[in-house]
C-alpha cells in the first residue's frame, strides 16, 4: 500500500543544535517533494519545494534533501530556535502529474528547548 | 497580503444537523482543495477543484458530503446530516496550477467543527 512516514514521537532538541526530520515514503514515485510548518490552531504554510532530480535544496537556515533511490527526504533546520518549534509536514504529488494534488505526512512536531 | 479566508472559525453543531464551510481561494489562483485534520488520520484530502470543475472527491464519504464552487471566489463544503465522527478541523487551501506539477498550496485558518 501507499504510505508516508515520518516519525510520530516529538522531537526535542537544544536551541542551537541542528534538528533533522525524516519523511519516507513507500510505493510513490513523486515528481516533487515539498515540506510545510504547522503552528498549533493555524493552517500549514509551505516552506520549500524539491523536485526529484534535484539532491539538495536550501533556504537561509533550512536544507532539505531527497533521495529517490531510499524514497526518503531529510528536513534540517540548522542553528534552531526556540521559534522553530512546530510540527512540520512532509508532502508528495502522488505521481498524477499536473493536477496539484498532495498526499501529506501525519507531521513530526520539533520541541527547541532555550 | 493575500489569503484564504473561511468561515466560520468554529462550529459546534447537533448530530443530525447540516453544516455549510465556506472558502475564498487566492484572487488568481485556480486550484482550491478541501481537507480534513485530524489527531487519528492527520490531513486528509477530501475533495479538489481546477478552474471550478471538481477533479477528484474520492476522498470525500459520498453520501453525506459535498463540495462545489459555484463562483471563483467561493468554494463551499457540505455535510447532510452531521454526525460526531465528522468532528475535526477542516482547511481549504488554493493554488496556482501552471501544469508543471510543482505548485504549492496556500492553506485558510481552517474551521474547527464539533458535533455533539
Known amino acids: 500500500s501507499q504510505k508516508i512516514e515520518q516519525n510520530s514521537e516529538a522531537l526535542n532538541i537544544q536551541e542551537g543544535k541542528t534538528a533533522t526530520l525524516t519523511c519516507n515514503y513507500t510505493n510513490y514515485s513523486p515528481a516533487y517533494l515539498q515540506w510545510y510548518r504547522q503552528d498549533p490552531g493555524r493552517g500549514p504554510v509551505f516552506l520549500l519545494l524539491?523536485?526529484?532530480?534535484?539532491k539538495e535544496k536550501r533556504k537561509e537556515r533550512l536544507k532539505v534533501t531527497f533521495d529517490t533511490t531510499l524514497k526518503q527526504s531529510l528536513f534540517h533546520i540548522t542553528a534552531s530556535q526556540p521559534a522553530d518549534s512546530a510540527t512540520y509536514l512532509c508532502a508528495l504529488d502522488p505521481g498524477s502529474s499536473n493536477t496539484g494534488k498532495l498526499i501529506f505526512g501525519q507531521g513530526t512536531t520539533l520541541q527547541v528547548k532555550p | 497580503d493575500a489569503r484564504v479566508t473561511q468561515t466560520p472559525r468554529h462550529k459546534v453543531t447537533e448530530m443530525g444537523q447540516e453544516v455549510t464551510m465556506r472558502c475564498q481561494p487566492i484572487?488568481?489562483?485556480?486550484?482550491v482543495f478541501w481537507y480534513r485534520q485530524t489527531m487519528m488520520q492527520g490531513l486528509e484530502l477530501l475533495a479538489y477543484f481546477r478552474n471550478r470543475a471538481p477533479l477528484d472527491d474520492s476522498g470525500m464519504p459520498k453520501d453525506r458530503f459535498s463540495a462545489e464552487m459555484p463562483d471563483a471566489t467561493l468554494a463551499t463544503l457540505k455535510i447532510q446530516p452531521s454526525e460526531p465522527r465528522d468532528s475535526a478541523v477542516y482547511f481549504c487551501a488554493s493554488g496556482r496550477t501552471l501544469g508543471t506539477g510543482s505548485d504549492e498550496q496556500y492553506f485558510g485558518p481552517g474551521t474547527r467543527l464539533t458535533v455533539t
Open positions: 484572487l488568481g489562483h485556480n486550484t
Open positions: 524539491i523536485r526529484e532530480n534535484e
